[in-house]
């Protein structure tokens, strides 16, 4: 059984930084492609980012580019998601999920498993 676990969010000051770490387990972790969404309420789920199985590339939504980073440690089966110059619209649940697509997979229906989510809201 997949299991995905997020943690690292809280509450941060426009401007500031957060990490988010995502702790995998149940598949090999190495092979399969590792993404972000977010989900502000009443809003849909939202493309963060994905970094590609095997840590060989990323790619990012518009909104975070050049803001947010991701990474992953295969040897610890956990995906990370720096968060810089945070601004109060990040404000939202953060949600990993892994993904067999290779590519640029930002549709939900394109993952496999999903973790519970980790509330992350930026005061302004």
């Known amino acids: 059984q997949v299991q995905l676990v997020e943690s690292g969010g809280g509450l941060v000051q426009a401007g500031g930084s957060l990490r988010l770490s995502c702790a995998v387990s149940g598949l090999t972790f190495r092979s399969a492609g590792m993404g972000w969404f977010r989900q502000a309420p009443g809003k849909e789920r939202e493309f963060v980012g994905v970094?590609?199985?095997?840590?060989?590339?990323?790619y990012y939504g518009d909104s975070v580019k050049g803001r947010f980073t991701i990474s992953r440690d295969n040897a610890e089966s956990t995906v990370y998601l720096q968060m810089n110059s945070v601004k109060p619209e990040d404000t939202a649940v953060y949600y990993c999920?892994?993904?067999?697509?290779?590519?640029?997979?930002?549709?939900?229906?394109?993952?496999?498993?999903w973790g519970q989510g980790t509330q992350v809201t930026v005061s302004s």
């Open positions: 970094i590609r199985r095997g840590g060989s590339s990323t």
């Open positions: 999920a892994t993904t067999r697509y290779f590519g640029v997979v930002q549709e939900t229906s394109q993952y496999d498993s």
